[in-house]
């Protein structure tokens, strides 16, 4: 079980949290519990380490900041022993929780679980901070915001769990996001694969490096709510799962799971490119070093020959860096003009339904052609097709498309 | 260097700490500095513990207010690295601080310094949070509130430190407590055994604990402000040396150092106890099995042969509890009455010059009895005579000794 920063945020909703650790307990499950700081704590630390050294050391800025998870696993413990609930708190170093490579965003290598199998056999509820672990010379590492559900993945697959329920404050995966479309459904279940194209595309529900790792080690998570009434049950939310699961089970398919948006895209225009092996090269690789991530490319030919456009998206927030690089570059890269523009969204349907179906694309370019919507860009996958629109047309865009592909509810969700 | 919660209390005090820090440095020092929580953050975690769990387990409650010193060594070390001092924390159980007996209020058994002296040889300042160490069985523990001061004490120790600055609000150990006396002065020196009877007596500076380890450990320990200008040195504070220290560098002697008070105290009177052997044990020994303090004791003669009257103090706070044990043990100890009274201070006179002085409890007593103060009790020291009286007059006696014994300074403090 791993509940997040809001279902922490004070002893009272911590007392929500222990009961329903307390009622997979009574249910006749060995539990692990794995829990983020106070809402607003890993910010407060996070400030105090900016205003301590605004070029600060990530050693120690895993030391100050991994405490505001130490504090709510000892909290959690007590407040599953008040209950009557045998329970204790395992930090990052004590099991340990094995991490490599840089402070301040390290990779989980290893989680030692003789001791952490042994207490759950015995009946007590292991509570882990999530977010930190230990570096190989014996210093405190963190794992990167939102590093906790990552940390909940990992101990599930320590120690060969059922499942991983990752408690948060929504009840679930939806088709779309229900602020936009109220018809929006909750999704029963989804795959490993569409979770990941959703969550990067928009849909803010698990951080998602868990839900790579989720895949790569086979964990079957759960998203559902933390928020339930007194002595109810949580309703069941989403099931992240394999291909094959779903198949073994026979569950019913759509041909699309839904629809997701990213608004914090922003294009960028290379004109008369020359169109020679490598030139495209000279555009990317400094992006790259600069961990700049690039998404969507489309290279238009040129209206002179030997020339070509390069059109591409980055994170909003890297464009300024973006562009200083380019124009540093060029003279390498040896384009006529330099053009950006923010005002762009990228919609996406995702589903894993379109492997054995066609025609998914052209549903999509049709839906959005009947209400004017243009078309900037186009990428595509085994199981997604995204395109990138103006800005202000992405909700209605998302409400078209998930009409187009009968995902909305019977009633408003 | 130690430094408390008021001079950690946000990036801006700590700023005024880690150039200190330099400063000692600069002028060619390796140092550890033993850091306290934030000032409040102690107090908040211990009320999210109470909260949590009102009998709180205290494994746990160790892993969650020991979180407060980490943030602070850690917000140090990055300091400290701003201003270009190399600094690196080293937690409880990265060093590790070995302890023993119980949760909440362990004992430091051994500190590791292979590596902290090897850091601080390298010219790396040690920043190591005060209060924290690890159990055997490898969890948390703390040392009891203000054991900060005990850290660094140990930890001065353990390195062989020239000497432990204890950085605090006020500038030194004074003759007595300046809002009372405002000709009270700043001491240069005094001994271990000094200090022990002013701390455990009213003057609150130094944790009496830590004055006890730095006295079996032979630490010379000095008490300055950690309020300083910018720039400026601090200013020297009080050393607490050895006897002999003071012996041998020949400084001059006062008869009297200090005068101390204590208002939480609470007394209590059995009669008509029969005066056989055992009896006085039947009394006492009930109270130390719950852990009350009991101090200063007299027996009078009563006025029935073969019958006794007890007084003694205890802590205001034990005076309820007390009370119970005693009237539970009414029959066994064979008392008439049980009265008790609160309105009652201790005033004591403390100085290693009395070990050679004979008349300073008579000066005492004459100075008391010309400004009509009752005395109704008396215990000594060698170092010490404590009168017990009326609580209203603690002012005027503290102020009426300190001029007896000639400590009042020049100027007005």
């Known amino acids: 079980m791993k509940f997040g920063g809001t279902s922490m945020a004070g002893t009272e909703r911590i007392r929500t949290v222990a009961a329903l650790v307390k009622r997979e307990v009574e249910a006749g499950n060995e539990v692990a519990v794995v829990v983020s700081a106070m809402a607003g704590e890993t910010d407060r630390l996070v400030q105090f380490c900016r205003e301590a050294n605004p070029l600060y050391d990530e050693a120690e800025y895993d030391v100050v900041v991994a405490s505001g998870e130490q504090v709510t696993s000892g909290l959690l413990a007590l407040t599953l022993q008040a209950m009557g609930v045998p329970a204790r708190s395992w930090l990052g170093w004590q099991l340990p929780i094995r991490t490599i490579e840089t402070h301040a965003k390290a990779r989980i290598t290893e989680i030692e679980t003789d001791a952490l199998i042994a207490a759950m056999k015995s009946g007590q509820v292991a509570v882990i901070p999530g977010f930190q672990g230990m570096m190989e010379d014996g210093r405190v590492s ?135 092996p490598g030139a495209v090269a000279t555009i990317f690789k400094p992006l790259a070093d600069a961990a700049i991530n690039v998404d969507m490319i489309i290279q238009n030919v040129g209206r002179e020959k030997g020339e070509t456009d390069v059109t591409f998206t980055v994170p909003r927030a890297d464009l300024a860096r973006s562009l200083e690089i380019l124009e540093g570059g060029k003279d390498s890269i040896g384009y006529n003009r330099l053009l950006h523009e923010s005002g762009v969204a990228k919609v996406s349907v995702v589903g894993v339904g379109m492997k054995s179906h066609a025609g998914v694309a052209a549903t999509m370019f049709e839906a959005l052609a009947a209400r004017g919507i243009n078309i900037q860009a186009i990428s595509t996958s085994e199981i997604k097709v995204s395109v990138l629109i103006e800005e202000d047309y992405t909700e209605l865009a998302v409400r078209v498309l998930h009409t187009a592909y009968g995902l909305d509810a019977e009633e408003a969700a």
């Open 142 to 276: 963190t794992l990167g915001r939102g590093g906790s559900d990552t940390s909940a993945v990992a101990v599930a697959a320590a120690v060969k769990a059922d499942r991983c329920d990752i408690y948060t404050d929504v009840d679930g995966v939806y088709t779309t996001d229900p602020r936009i479309v109220s018809r929006a459904r909750k999704l029963d279940y989804v795959t490993y694969e569409e979770m990941l194209e959703l969550a990067s595309v928009g849909a803010k529900v698990l951080q998602t490096r868990s839900v790579g790792l989720a895949m790569k080690m086979g964990v079957r998570v759960q998203v559902l709510s933390s928020f339930v009434e007194p002595g109810q049950a949580p309703k069941a939310g989403t099931l992240i799962v394999s291909d094959e699961e779903i198949e073994e089970l026979k569950m019913e398919r759509q041909l699309i799971t839904g629809i997701a948006y990213d608004k914090n895209e922003a294009k960028i225009i290379l004109t008369r490119v020359p169109d020679r």
